[in-house]
């Protein structure tokens, strides 16, 4: 059992899911393997209300969906794992694995009362070679007696337990001090240097940087190099302030006894797998933090630049010799056993294979500049995480379900007008997939797909079928929307109407004004004469249907009365029925806007002129705030002056001069 002060239910954190149910990725991650029908448990305990969930394991995360409450969503980053075992079936137990959390303090054991001793590394010199090891001090040397790390003989017990007392009676001291600050406070009555300046190995003397806590010879633990009054400091306040971890739990996580109960001392979580798929995620997930400690080494500059992975050994099969009946027996049985280990690990290779595709697809990505660009909704846009699992497995169809209604949320339903055919989407998608993870993907069947479209209502997930009674034509489009589309159409063609009208008093202004020439070819006659209509094709186009459905929408319309239809040699053409009691046509308003927007643009014709012949004769603008066209009050004071007191004329002292010769 536990305190909240040692819990580590904090290790739990929020997860994001995207409309179709499936987690938001972070940047540079990707899934490895999902898995359905999974339990959470914190240590020995369950956590309620998180019994029946997906497990979704990333190269980062293992992040739990639960299927009846999305909310209940956490997950767990792979920082904070640091081993995971795998738990057999026993009796009704379904089977398990274990997930080892990374703890800086052990968690409490169920005999809080005892003192247990601390673990540090004792040092011992072998006495064969003179090499310096280290072990532990609860090293039980009944079982385990330690052999030197460079002649690899054995130590005799005498020196390892006299190399443990020592180390432990250092450790029984009150206030430990380093051994720096002992010698130079009670060796002489000199006083004590304010600082040191390198630390000075004990065991080889070599001399390291201050802030080294190894010495890079031997590998010995060094002294602190910092200023011994420092150190002083540093040891006060950690036995001042030297306070326990608060308990955290953000998420409000329930477990059935609401305290943590660990069978050792490290906590741990468990996932339950009530379908099976245990032992391939256990796999994956070490192989995940293998790579993870591997990354982080690298990182650190702790991997030399020629260094190589170890991967494990291939298993060599056994040849069977003899002959008879129980040879051939034992034969087939291995080819079988061979048999069975090639097709389980072929789809493994192929999903591995299908990981490394991305890298190219990278890697050809980057020459994109140097290609011409062609007309794609799927260039520069974000790639969805692949479909880590098997066909094999019972969650595939889910997952492909939800694979391709978040397909359809970023690509296709991107409006809510937006339709597709059921036959588009077919095509649509495979033509995706081959052009995200290149031609040597696997293509979906019409099978699986059919299967996976069908389980869109089960699922719940934000895309809906209707099926056209007239041509049995199933489209699919966003859930939520309430709007019904014969209402959008009548607004598309009203709105048609509209701008035609616009134009056409807009070109009788300017013909009336002398604006334009006159009409030689009579373009403008036959142009603004009177309103066509809009054809299938023009619906079609805005709201980017297909043919087939836009048909289907029209004749809809049609039943209900909201348009009509004219048919001639030149095609057909739909209008808005003005028959109806409810159209009303506003012709004075699209007149007066007309009027308006001429206005505009002639004075904003009339500033860019004046700014260009400004700039032209390079013309100061002494006063920005003039309007052009438009007379100040100054100007007009100066007017009503002039006509109330008209200017003085010349004198006639000044006529009486005209003509004189100088």
């Not at 987690?23 to 393997?33: A, D, W």
């Not at 190099?225 to 955290?248: A, C, F, H």
């Not at 719940?460 to 049995?472: E, F, H, R, V």
Request: with cysteine.
């Amino acid at each position: 059992m536990t305190s909240q002060e040692n819990s580590r239910i904090d290790v739990w954190q929020k997860v994001s899911i995207n409309r179709s149910d499936r987690p938001i990725l972070l940047e540079n991650e990707h899934n490895l393997c999902v898995r359905d029908n999974v339990g959470l448990y914190q240590g020995k305990l369950k956590i309620i209300n998180r019994q029946n969930g997906r497990i979704y394991l990333s190269n980062k995360r293992i992040i739990y969906l639960d299927n009846k409450d999305k909310g209940l969503s956490v997950s767990v980053n792979l920082n904070d794992v640091s081993l995971a075992i795998l738990v057999e079936k026993f009796l009704r137990s379904s089977p398990k694995v274990k997930v080892f959390l990374k703890s800086d303090k052990p968690v409490q054991t169920q005999n809080p009362g005892i003192d247990e001793i601390p673990e540090k590394l004792c040092d011992w010199v072998c006495m064969i070679c003179s090499f310096n090891n280290q072990v532990s001090n609860k090293v039980d040397l009944e079982e385990d007696i330690p052999s030197c790390g460079s002649c690899g003989v054995k130590a005799s017990k005498a020196l390892i337990k006299r190399a443990i007392s020592k180390v432990e009676k250092g450790s029984k001291a009150p206030t430990p001090i380093p051994a720096v600050v002992k010698q130079q406070e009670f060796s002489s009555p000199s006083p004590p240097p304010t600082e040191t300046k390198d630390s000075q190995c004990g065991k080889c003397t070599f001399i390291n940087h201050p802030l080294m806590k190894y010495c890079e010879m031997c590998g010995s633990e060094l002294r602190s190099g910092l200023p011994i009054e420092l150190l002083k400091r540093l040891q006060i306040s950690q036995d001042v302030l030297q306070v326990e971890p608060r308990y955290n739990n953000p998420l409000n996580i329930k477990l059935e006894n609401d305290t943590e109960v660990y069978t050792n001392i490290s906590p741990y979580i468990k996932l339950s797998f009530r379908k099976g798929g245990e032992v391939e995620f256990c796999q994956l997930l070490n192989e995940a933090l293998d790579t993870i400690k591997w990354d982080r080494l690298v990182s650190k500059g702790m991997v030399n630049e020629d260094a190589v992975k170890l991967e494990p050994a291939r298993r060599q099969e056994e040849k069977i010799r003899g002959t008879g009946i129980h040879s051939l027996e034992r034969l087939g049985e291995q080819q079988r056993k061979q048999n069975e280990f090639i097709l389980t690990s072929s789809l493994e290779d192929l999903e591995q294979l299908m990981y490394k595709a991305q890298d190219l697809i990278k890697l050809s990505s980057s020459f994109s500049r140097l290609i011409k660009p062609t007309s794609n909704k799927f260039n520069n846009t974000k790639v969805l995480p692949q479909l880590m699992i098997n066909k094999t497995s019972n969650l595939y169809h889910r997952e492909l379900a939800r694979h391709i209604s978040e397909y359809l949320m970023n690509f296709e339903l991107v409006k809510s007008t937006s339709m597709i055919t059921l036959q588009e989407l077919f095509a649509n998608y495979n033509r995706y997939l081959t052009m995200t993870q290149g031609f040597g993907t696997e293509l979906i069947g019409p099978q699986d797909f059919n299967k996976s479209i069908e389980l869109f209502e089960e699922l719940n997930l934000p895309i809906k079928s209707n099926t056209y009674s007239k041509s049995g034509l199933v489209v699919m489009s966003q859930k939520y929307q309430n709007q019904e589309f014969s209402n959008i159409i009548i607004q598309f063609l009203a709105k048609e109407e509209e701008n035609f009208k616009y134009e056409k008093y807009k070109s009788e202004l300017f013909k009336h004004g002398e604006l334009v020439e006159e009409d030689f070819d009579y373009y403008l006659h036959e142009t603004y004469n009177y309103f066509k209509g809009n054809t299938i094709a023009d619906i079609s186009d805005h709201f980017h249907w297909s043919y087939g459905i836009c048909i289907e929408e029209i004749d809809k319309c049609l039943d209900l009365g909201l348009i009509v239809i004219d048919q001639d040699i030149s095609g057909t053409f739909y209008f808005i029925n003005k028959f109806l009691d409810t159209y009303t046509e506003d012709d004075d308003s699209i007149l007066s806007r007309v009027k308006q927007d001429i206005l505009s643009e002639q004075k904003q014709i009339s500033e860019q002129l004046k700014m260009n012949h400004d700039s032209a004769n390079n013309l100061i603008n002494i006063n920005p705030q003039f309007q052009f066209g438009i007379e100040n009050q100054a100007e007009l004071r100066i007017k009503e002056l002039n006509q109330k007191h008209p200017p003085i004329g010349p004198s006639d002292s000044l006529n009486e001069l005209a003509g004189l010769q100088f």
